[in-house]
């Protein structure tokens, strides 16, 4: 069975000539953010930034960063508290800045 041809096709090449220590600075910073090197070259010279791989350990303190803000929400709104309106937007910021 044939490969499903791509809606939008790659029809044209560049090539780009580095010396092994800059190949070496690309190659780990494509790494980083999870993609290959041609993936990586390709979306930073179209401006884009593309953002590191997030590790199985960040990504579990993002979860219960999550679940905590979900608990204090849950218990200002039993209590109805609106001081807890300030740690709960404090906390917002450091999900969001995650």
Do not use: H, W
Request: overall charge neutral; charged content about 30%.
């Amino acid at each position: 069975m044939a490969r499903p041809e791509k809606l939008i096709k790659k029809q044209k090449r560049v090539t780009v000539r580095y010396t092994l220590a800059e190949y070496l600075f690309v190659q780990q910073y494509a790494e980083e953010r999870g993609l290959s090197i041609s993936e990586y070259i390709r979306s930073r010279s179209l401006d884009e930034r593309p953002s590191l791989k997030k590790t199985p350990e960040q990504i579990a303190a993002y979860m219960e960063l999550v679940a905590l803000s979900n608990k204090l929400n849950q218990a200002g709104e039993m209590f109805e508290i609106d001081c807890i309106d300030g740690i709960l937007n404090r906390l917002d910021d450091v999900i969001n800045q995650f």
